[in-house]
T-cell receptor, first 116, second 109 residues
C-alpha cells in the first residue's frame, strides 16, 4: 500500500510569510508525528496526534507553529510569519499504535523549507 | 526531561562489525528504537527493544540494558550501502519520542 506522503516536497518562501505543510499518513494509522530536522542534525519532535485525543504540542518551538489533524487522516503544519531559523526539513511519520510494531514509525519524504 | 547521547561519527571497512552506542536519560521509558537515514532520505525503522537483551534482525542486532540506561546497535558484515546516519530514539510516557543526535557511519572499501 501507499506510504506516508508529504507536500510540497520543497518550499521556498520569504521571511514573514505563512506556510502550510501537508501530511497524508498511512491509512489506518492512528498516531501521527511531526518533526523538524535541521541540516546535519537529529530529529526534533514538534507535535503528536493520537486518534481523537488532545495532541501533544510540547515540542512546538513557538506560537508561530500550529498543526491540525482531522480524525485519523490528513494533517497540516502551519508556520506563521516565517523566520530564517525555520529553514529545515519537516518530516511527518505515522504509526499503527495499538497493533503489532507499535513503536515503528513510518516516515514521509519530508518537506524542505527554505526561508529567504 | 529526556536526552540521548551517541558518537557523532564511526568509520569501518566493508565486511567488518561496528557497534553504535546510545545512552539515555529520561523521565519515563518504554523502549529504545533505532532508525537509519541515508543522505537526503527519510528515516527508516530498524529495531526496537522494550526489554533487556539482544534483538537480532538479519545483519543488524540491537541490545538494551535498562539498569544502565544504555543500548547499542550492532551491524555485521558491513556493506557500502550501510553508510548512513543512525539514530536511537526513546519513547517516554505517552507517545512522545526523543531522538538522539545521530551517528554518521562511513563504510570504506
Amino acid at each position: 500500500g501507499a506510504g506516508v506522503s508529504q507536500s510540497p516536497s520543497n518550499k521556498v518562501t520569504e521571511k514573514g510569510k505563512d506556510v502550510e505543510l501537508r501530511c497524508d499518513p498511512i491509512s489506518g494509522h492512528t498516531a501521527l508525528y511531526w518533526y523538524r530536522q535541521r541540516l546535519g542534525q537529529g530529529l526534533e519532535f514538534l507535535i503528536y496526534f493520537q486518534g481523537n485525543s488532545a495532541p501533544d504540542k510540547s515540542g512546538l518551538p513557538s506560537d508561530r507553529f500550529s498543526a491540525e489533524r482531522t480524525g485519523e487522516s490528513v494533517s497540516t503544519l502551519t508556520i506563521q510569519r516565517t523566520q530564517q531559523e525555520d529553514s529545515a526539513v519537516y518530516l511527518c511519520a505515522s504509526s499503527p499504535v495499538g497493533g503489532e510494531g507499535t513503536d515503528t514509525q513510518y516516515f514521509g519524504p519530508g518537506t524542505r523549507l527554505t526561508v529567504l | 526531561g529526556q536526552s540521548l547521547e551517541q558518537p557523532s561519527e564511526v568509520t569501518a571497512v566493508e565486511g567488518a562489525i561496528v557497534q553504535i552506542n546510545c545512552t539515555y536519560q529520561t523521565s519515563g521509558f518504554y523502549g529504545l528504537s533505532w532508525y537509519q537515514q541515508h543522505d537526503g532520505g527519510a528515516p527508516t525503522f530498524l529495531s526496537y527493544n522494550a526489554l533487556d537483551g539482544l534483538e537480532e534482525t538479519g545483519r543488524f542486532s540491537s541490545f538494551l540494558s535498562r539498569s544502565d540506561s544504555y543500548g547499542y546497535l550492532l551491524l555485521q558484515e558491513l556493506q557500502m550501502k550501510d553508510s548512513a546516519s543512525y539514530f536511537c530514539a526513546v519513547r517516554g510516557y505517552g507517545q512522545n519520542f526523543v531522538f538522539g543526535p545521530g551517528t554518521r557511519l562511513s563504510v570504506l572499501p
